[in-house]
């Protein structure tokens, strides 16, 4: 981008009501978490239907085993980049409104965004289905696979949509009211 193209994205930014940023898969991507689709993408790696939520609690075992492998294993040791610190700080500068995130892996919150809407959900919690109980993710809880819920002994679920879910509620929603609302759209890896 020039410094002619880079002044005027920074004026409308300064000069908009309500800005809005839109990240997906490509924002952490520079953070070492490789995108799910194109050429390096996991699902050249992995088979995507072990995030079918039928399959999943069909074979929780075999799932489990994967999940754990990439959004524990390998997504657990990456950090913010620029992208993420930037948002944060437009957040902090009242230049931001908020953000909407398709990703999972918490990233924004660990640079400082405040405002985030989780169009996908988030990897730093587990689900119990049947108790309604939610519990942060921890080495000791995923350490024997598949992690089942102290209170009923249910498999818990990652707190993230899995192919045959519906977008939370809360997130849709939130996130149509920004869009609605949005003067500037900041749109990042997407």
């Known amino acids: 981008m020039d410094h002619k ?6 004026d409308l930014i ?5 800005n809005v940023g839109f990240t997906g898969a490509g924002v952490s991507v520079e953070s070492g978490i490789p995108p799910f689709r194109g050429k390096d993408g996991l699902w050249n790696k992995y088979d995507p239907g072990i995030l079918d939520l039928s399959y999943f ?11 754990k492998e990439i959004f524990y294993d390998f997504f657990g040791s990456a950090k913010p980049n620029a992208a993420h610190s930037a948002l944060a700080e437009l957040e902090q500068m009242n230049l931001l409104s908020s953000v909407i995130t398709q990703n999972i892996d918490n990233l924004h919150q660990e640079a400082g965004s405040k405002t985030v809407y989780e169009f996908h959900g988030n990897s730093r919690n587990l689900l119990c289905k049947e108790c309604d109980i939610t519990y942060p993710v921890t080495d000791e809880l995923i ?22 879910e519906m977008i939370p509620e809360y997130a849709y ?9 949005a003067h500037t759209f900041i749109v990042i890896g997407t």
């Open 143 to 164: 350490k024997v696979l598949p992690p089942r819920c102290e209170k009923c002994g249910s498999v818990l679920k990652p707190d993230f949509i899995f192919f045959g």
């Open 57 to 67: 609690y069909s074979n929780p075992e075999d799932s489990w085993a994967v999940i």
């Open 5 to 10: 193209n880079l002044n005027k994205a920074a």
């Open 173 to 181: 929603r939130k996130s149509v009211e920004e869009a609605q609302q």
């Open 14 to 18: 300064v000069q908009s009501n309500h």
